[in-house]
């Protein structure tokens, strides 16, 4: 699934300033919330609790700057947001490093499958440091929008589809 497709400019949040892990999760699940395109009800207060129940499982935070926060809830289809953060904050990652991106999930409960198909596409884009230099030096939702979208366009399997 090209990850470009679960986004929109009104769901991705650049350079935003945060002092914490917490406040990150918070903007990520009010904008979740706030940008609900099949109408699911999503509150910003049950996503932000099931993502933080879902960090207390153990962080989400990759490596190289990045975390992919997510978790399950009753609703139609994935929903996303991306964030890049004006400064990193400690979010426990693998490596002991700041998170300064995050791209956050609230995926369908019975979407088993795609779950796992989404986190490991993201994985995959985000262990490229090409990809992470570039989304950093993104100034705006639309130009993080268009990144993503090259950065699908050169996947492999679009390659062969």
Known sequence: MPISTLLNPENILCHVQCQSRKRALQLAAQSIAENDPDRDGLVADEVFAGLVERERLGSTGLGFGVAIPHCRMACQSIHATFMSLEESVDYEALDNEGVDLLFVLVVPKNETHAHLDVLAELATVFSS???????????????????????????????RA
């Not at 990809?131 to 996947?155: G, V, W």
């Open 129 to 159: 440091a090409e990809h992470r230099s570039a989304l950093r030096q993104c100034d705006n939702p639309d130009a993080i929008l268009s990144c993503l979208k090259r950065i699908d366009a050169a996947a492999p399997d679009a390659k």
